[in-house]
């Protein structure tokens, strides 16, 4: 009788101190999603970190196609990985990013590639995909960005993130979303602890158990 009345009271502890455990660990709804936007959020400032650190340490930038120049291969509206390499690497078939002066720069397929005034230096026909003639004049250069590949339909999200009033509505949602995914988190941590030491109190105080 003896030892079955002491297995008791620990098969008692064991079954409320499980009950508890699994209370605790039973995600909800609002956890669940929380833990997912706060993923998503890691997730997207990683990307913007990996993108500054590629542009000082490769010359890896991003370009937007505002015209249709390079359709179908790029159409109007595609964002474009390109990255810094000399002239000399160049070879025709590439498409690449080249600044004019006084002009906004212009993206277009190599044509044809001849020495320049230096050994540096090339002078390289363009041509836009779409077109039926190639870029009035050679472009002298030492240094051009070439294409690694392009996404279509990029551009308009990444013009849309410089509106203000975007801008300001992802701070409000960033913010609104740290607010809940922490301080309900640390209201239930502090209800469950309280809620565990209440039932252990009691265990502890009653006889029976």
Known sequence: MTETATSMPATRRAQRKAGSDGARRRPTTGGLLSEILLWLAALAGLICI????????????????????????????????????????????????????????????????????????????????????????????????????AIPGLAPVIVAFGNPFVLGGLTLGATALVVWAFWPRAAHRAGAAKASRAARDAAEGDPDS
């Open 50 to 149: 990996v993108l500054v650190v590629l542009a000082f340490t490769a010359h890896i930038t991003l370009i937007m196609f505002r015209t249709g120049s390079m359709s179908p291969t790029i159409p109007a509206g595609s964002v474009a990985i390109v990255q810094q390499i000399p002239a000399a690497q160049v070879h025709v078939g590439d498409v690449v990013t080249v600044d004019r002066p006084s002009q906004l720069p212009v993206t277009h397929r190599v044509r044809i590639v001849a020495d320049g005034a230096s050994p540096s230096q090339r002078l390289i026909t363009l041509r836009g995909d779409a077109n039926a003639q190639d870029d009035p004049a050679p472009y002298p250069v030492t240094s051009v960005r070439i294409v690694r590949f």
